[in-house]
């Protein structure tokens, strides 16, 4: 590790203390925009929002942490971008989603994104199947991904691409206890968005 | 950042002599008498030792670890050929599933070797060539030597750790508990000082003499591990004349020399064997090369895996590795790409017409150039095949078959 790296990170951990990144309370009943697009959701429980976005179109949401539950929207992800911010654009640069993309190619570019950006060590698709989303014809899907933790999380997603952009809700769990228990309060989420 | 840094945590144990360093005369790569079971000495060693066990018992539960008895008896099997049976007495071996060129050993015996180390070896002699050095740290104890070494050194190598473990946390940055257990199962950072790495080649060598193994396929490791390092930099159009980010260079910066010198100094050990057990390997491996390849298709590193495929290739043109070939092709999607896919995948189809996925692959790469008609045949072919593959109910509605 080089004096530049570690200076960074000194900085980093300075600046940036865990507790520092004040979430918001996202109130029950009310629509909210999300990730910066003209995407709206209406949750039917109170969520946390993370201050912190984890990507140029993304925004997240959680209950009790994310680690624990791990609600994320993307609203829009053009031509070109990755889909979360880069952790180290040089040495792991991120995969970026292409308009010309197939619905089947979205759970590949999802797998690679989380494997980089949380070094997970493995990613099975499951159910991949067509969904309507934002009122388009997209794609929906199920995951299992044990994390660099060695906790399996399970996960879901459901993804349309509008006007050659990527609208996407993510929502992985682990899949002991926590992925069922509010599995409903997300498929709500899901189906109260709206573009 | 933190890739690179984790990069370094989860790697760093294996490395090069430098070029320079070697002045051996002829046949000295002696192999000392073993001493046994051998417990730890004094209260540095013995912490070594207790933190070593506690990450081991977490380790030994980790789902991340790859259980296959055929592989795991492989795999020992090979290192106890390199090292002598007494040695391997010493070793418990831990594959753990991630793609990356790595393997390490820790004081109290336990070696954790990543898949992406199986992925990119071709033959048994080049596998024990990677753990006979491994083994050769552990033998010299050079993990608690460095411990003294930084202990009584300058604080800020201790500092660097315990920053570098810091920043090594998950996804968004708020876990501290997922360190320890990433440490567990990816081992712990350790960085070797020249010398130490040179001991271990020469010890490394002497293994690979007593053995019967080819010695010079050491060299052909580092080498193909330096070449697919310039083939990722080439691809994202930048320079690469260093190898600090590979893992196993971690604490080195290196260059195409060292392969060389390697290669010299194999041609050296006297009564060299010349065992390659190429086919004992890729026998051992064919069940789990798919998976390996998908992991490895998932790094998003078009250069490097495009490398390591071909490498494998030159020696055996397989089904799954030009079914690979395309699947890496088709991930990156210019339409020129899409084309090459297309005909990785009919060659994948002609060695091995059963090979359902290929079919799969063929279609989404038609059906992504715009070539409807055959892309939908291709997919068909593949759903009468597999019927009920995860993403069948998908697959139907995208040629219309709902």
């Not at chain 1, 993309?101 to 067509?130: C, G, H, K, W």
């Not at chain 2, 297309?342 to 150039?369: E, I, K, M, V």
């Amino acid at each position: 590790m080089n004096w530049p790296t570690l200076s960074v990170i000194a900085l980093a951990l300075t600046l940036t203390p865990q507790t520092a990144s004040a979430h918001r309370l996202m109130p029950a009943g009310e629509a909210a925009q999300v990730a910066r697009s003209d995407m709206t959701v209406t949750p039917t429980i109170q969520w946390n929002k993370i201050s912190q976005r984890p990507g140029e179109r993304a925004e997240r949401w959680t209950l009790d942490g994310e680690l624990l539950n791990d609600v994320v929207f993307f609203g829009g992800v053009e031509d070109g971008a990755p889909l979360l911010r880069e952790v180290n654009r040089r040495e792991n640069p991120l995969p970026h989603f292409s308009s010309t993309m197939l619905p089947t190619d979205i759970a590949p570019l999802l797998e690679s994104t989380l494997r980089i950006t949380q070094n997970i060590s493995s990613f099975d698709v499951s159910n991949v199947a067509p969904a309507t989303f934002l009122d388009a014809a997209g794609v929906q899907f199920e995951y299992r991904m044990l994390g660099a933790d060695d906790i399996t999380r399970q996960g879901r997603a459901v993804a349309s691409i509008i006007g050659g952009k990527l609208y996407m809700i993510t929502y992985d769990a682990p899949a002991e206890y926590f992925y069922p228990r509010n599995l409903l309060d997300v498929e709500r989420i899901v189906a109260s968005a709206r573009l | 950042m933190k890739p690179a840094l984790l990069a370094a945590a989860m790697a760093a144990t294996l490395a090069l002599p430098p070029a320079t360093a070697w002045a051996q005369t002829d046949g000295e790569f002696p192999v000392p008498t073993y001493e046994g079971a051998y417990q730890p000495q004094d209260s540095d060693e013995r912490g070594l030792w207790s933190q070593d066990d506690e990450s081991e018992r977490q380790l030994r539960d980790a789902d991340a670890v790859i259980r296959d008895p055929a592989l795991n008896e492989y795999v020992r099997s090979v290192l106890c050929r390199a090292v002598g049976d007494k040695r391997c007495e010493a070793v418990r071996i831990y594959i753990v599933r991630v793609p990356i060129f790595n393997a390490s050993m820790s004081p109290n015996g336990t070696m954790r070797v990543y898949s992406g180390l199986l992925l990119r070896v071709r033959s048994e002699a080049e596998l024990a060539s990677v753990l006979g050095h491994e083994f050769a740290h552990f033998e010299l104890r050079h993990t608690l030597e460095r411990y003294r070494s930084r202990r009584t050194g300058s604080d800020i190598a201790a500092w660097a750790t315990v920053l570098g473990a810091a920043a090594v946390t998950w996804g968004g940055g708020s876990s501290y508990s997922s360190r320890d257990m990433q440490v567990s199962i990816y081992g712990n950072i350790m960085h070797f000082e020249r010398n130490q790495e040179r001991f271990a080649d020469t010890l490394g060598f002497g293994y690979m003499a007593a053995s019967g193994y080819r010695p010079s396929a050491a060299a052909e490791v580092w080498r193909a591990v330096m070449n697919e390092t310039d083939q990722t930099a080439l691809d994202r159009g930048r320079r690469s004349n260093r190898y600090d980010n590979v893992a196993f260079f971690a604490s080195h910066p290196t260059n195409l020399e060292r392969a060389d010198t390697l290669s010299a100094l194999a041609n050296r050990v006297v009564a060299a064997g010349d065992y390659e057990g190429r086919q004992r390997h890729e026998t051992a491996l064919a069940p789990h090369m798919a998976m390996f390849l998908a992991d490895e298709l998932a790094r998003n590193d078009f250069g490097g895996t495009d490398f390591i495929i071909q490498r494998l290739a030159n020696e055996n043109v397989t089904a799954p590795l030009l079914f690979a070939r395309g699947e890496l092709y088709r991930q990156r999607g210019h339409p020129r790409d899409l084309a090459s896919a297309t005909n990785f995948y009919h060659q994948a189809l002609a060695l091995d017409p059963s090979l359902g996925d290929a079919w799969r692959g063929l279609g989404l790469a038609q059906l992504r150039s715009g070539n409807t008609m055959e892309g939908a045949n291709a997919l068909r072919t593949f759903l009468e095949r597999v019927p009920d593959a995860p993403d069948a109910p998908m697959l139907r509605m995208m040629i219309g078959d709902q």
